[in-house]
């Protein structure tokens, strides 16, 4: 008789925190790993720039997880946040002419002094009044750099941003850039899983689920919940310093309000709480949209419309649609179908 095991399961704790569990999961791995990285080699320059905005757009998400998923804070103004990011960034190195290996930690350490100080109501309020307070940052922050700091950042004339260098050579083109922001979220992501496992995400877990158990089990509110918003703020200001040197141009409109919804978004379709989530929701919005762009033309012409009026309107109303019925049937979003999926094979023959 074939001895078939009936699933894994965990015999230790050292087992339950392992993160690549079976020879297959690390062959999976692996194979992901050198398939992203030797992309520029057979991919065109348009496809890496769409992938340097999916992995931008992905540290971004990863911080506001952190936030949302494991603390479960409410935010509304990691767009803002990224502002940050990028113009202390741009910043240091237009004006100061410090090095953007310099700046980019910098910038980050910024932000998330920042995303401390935005984070302060958070100690009084939640849920919707919460958002209402980052809201409140996510429009006052594209603000000052428009108006109020003009002779710095350019306002909304905005400002250009030299290029990356290392060793006196231009990152300028799409596929270095593509390796830097990619290793940057390889990187971003292990942090995020470790994250959830240590003391800190197993508190930061205790505050989502009931934050007054988790006071009376001695967990400080005030600091769990600002350290939240600092390593949230922390990605984000690394998304930005990235945004930065990717669109080597700043204005403050790129850090509107609706890309904090399309954040928000990608996280509900990902699914809160799941790392696979994050790439499920980033991925499969900035696809629709994608797709939505190239589909447009073709549609304006059915509808009979002027060229160029259907691309802006048809993009926000085929976010509006996913998240929809996202909402009405899969609350959990694409992270829990995932989950169901590995179910269904990884107990054999036993699938229940």
């Known amino acids: 008789m074939v001895n078939r095991p009936c699933g894994f399961f965990n015999e230790s704790y050292a087992q339950e925190f392992i993160i690549v569990r079976t020879p297959t999961q690390w062959v999976f791995l692996i ?36 936030l949302m998923g494991y603390c479960g804070q409410m935010s509304i103004g990691q767009s803002a946040f990224m502002a940050v990011g990028a113009y202390t960034s741009a910043i240091l190195v237009r004006e100061l002419g410090i090095s953007f290996w310099v700046a980019l930690p910098f910038a980050a350490l910024v932000t998330g ?9 958070s100690l009084r309020v939640k849920g919707f009044y919460l958002m209402m307070s980052t809201l409140a940052a996510q429009i006052i922050i594209p603000w000052i750099f428009g108006h109020a700091w003009q002779e710095v950042t350019g306002g909304i004339m905005g400002i250009d941003v030299p290029s990356i260098k290392f060793f006196d050579i231009p990152l300028t083109s799409p596929a270095s850039m593509f ?74 409109e ?13 996280l509900i379709v990902g699914g809160l709480g799941s790392n696979a989530g994050v790439f499920m929701g980033c991925i499969s919005l900035i696809i629709l949209d994608e797709l939505a762009k190239f589909i447009a033309p073709g549609l304006g012409n059915l509808l009979g419309m002027p060229p160029g009026t259907v691309a802006p309107a048809i993009a926000p109303f085929v976010f509006g649609i996913v998240i929809l019925l996202f909402l009405i049937f899969e609350p959990r979003g694409m992270a829990h179908r995932w989950e169901q999926f590995k179910l269904s094979y990884r107990l054999n023959p036993f699938s229940y």
């Open 31 to 66: 194979g992901a790993l050198v398939f992203l990285f030797t992309m520029p080699l057979y991919v065109s320059g348009s496809i890496l720039n769409i992938a340097n905005y999916a992995g931008i757009v992905i540290i971004a998400v990863l911080g506001l997880h952190i």
């Open 113 to 121: 002094i920042v995303g401390i100080i935005v984070g302060l109501p």
């Open 179 to 252: 390796l830097l922001i990619w290793i940057i979220v390889v990187l971003g992501t292990y942090f995020s899983i470790n994250l959830r496992r240590s003391h800190t995400g197993r508190a930061f877990i205790a505050i989502r689920d009931n934050d007054l158990a988790a006071e009376l089990m001695g967990i400080s509110l005030m600091r769990y919940k600002l350290l939240a918003f600092f390593i949230c703020s922390l990605y984000a200001g690394v998304a930005g310093a990235l945004w930065s040197e990717w669109t080597r141009f700043l204005t403050p």
């Open 254 to 266: 790129q850090f509107n309000i609706s890309n904090s919804v399309l954040f928000l978004g990608m």
